[in-house]
């Protein structure tokens, strides 16, 4: 069925590290990966997305890459700051609708 | 631009009971789509509409419902309230589909 994995749940890391967030997605049809950030008390903020046509993209911080063939993306924030410290979900499109990954709560430490 | 506006932000409701809750899109945006987001189950899809028109819909029981106006804005309608239907329901405004969502902050509903 429809379903998009997401690992890890949680993940803390140290202000400058790296954090890497994975997914992995089940309908082959699907052709759009977004990443979603939300902050307490909020809804989810559109941070990058991904095409399947596109094997990667960056924004400043933040990367993601896709493979098709093994039905994986991943989310990769640089240079780390505090308030990156969020609940970032992962989705794919699936038709009229996106199934999300089940989120994963990044805590950046100073 | 101004953002996707949810009303009211907190409800607190009765089971047995009816609620609504309301969706202003981005201004231009003819696609609405409404999520439920629990602790247990993520995020998971209710239904879209587009130019007044239900275009997709989720697994969820008749007692949920929708509709769209002529200036998109969009409501959802939940009837018979059950104690399971405490969530964060969240409202997506989009040109079209399910790409380039922006959410709004959400109504955070509570059965008791």
């Known amino acids: 069925g429809e379903n998009v994995e997401q690992h890890p749940s949680t993940l803390s890391v140290q202000e400058g590290d790296s954090a890497v967030i994975k997914c992995t997605y089940s309908d082959s049809a699907s052709n759009y990966f977004p990443w979603y950030k939300q902050e307490l008390g909020k809804g989810p903020q559109l941070i990058i997305d991904?095409?399947?046509?596109?094997g990667e993209k960056k924004d400043q911080r933040i990367a993601v890459t896709l493979n098709k063939t093994a039905k994986h993306f991943s989310l990769h924030i640089t240079e780390t700051q505090p308030e990156d410290s969020a609940v970032y979900f992962c989705?794919?499109?699936?038709?009229?609708?996106?199934?999300f990954g089940q989120g994963t709560e990044l805590s950046v430490k100073p | 631009k101004a953002g996707v506006t949810q009303t009211p932000r907190y409800l607190i409701k009765t089971r047995g009971q009816q609620v609504t809750l309301s969706c202003s899109p981005i201004s231009g945006h003819r696609s609405v789509s409404w999520y439920q987001q629990t602790p247990g189950q993520g995020l998971q899809f209710l239904f879209e509409y587009f130019s007044e028109t239900q275009r997709n819909k989720g697994n969820f029981p008749g007692r949920f419902s929708g509709r769209q106006f002529s200036n998109s804005r969009s409501e959802m309608n939940v009837s018979t309230l059950e104690l399971g239907d405490s969530a964060l329901y969240l409202c997506?405004?989009?040109?079209?589909?399910?790409?380039?969502?922006?959410f709004g902050s959400g109504t955070r509903l509570t059965v008791v």
């Open positions: 991904i095409r399947s046509n596109v």
């Open positions: 997506a405004s989009s040109l079209s589909g399910p790409v380039d969502y922006t």
């Open positions: 989705a794919a499109r699936v038709g009229g609708k996106l199934i």
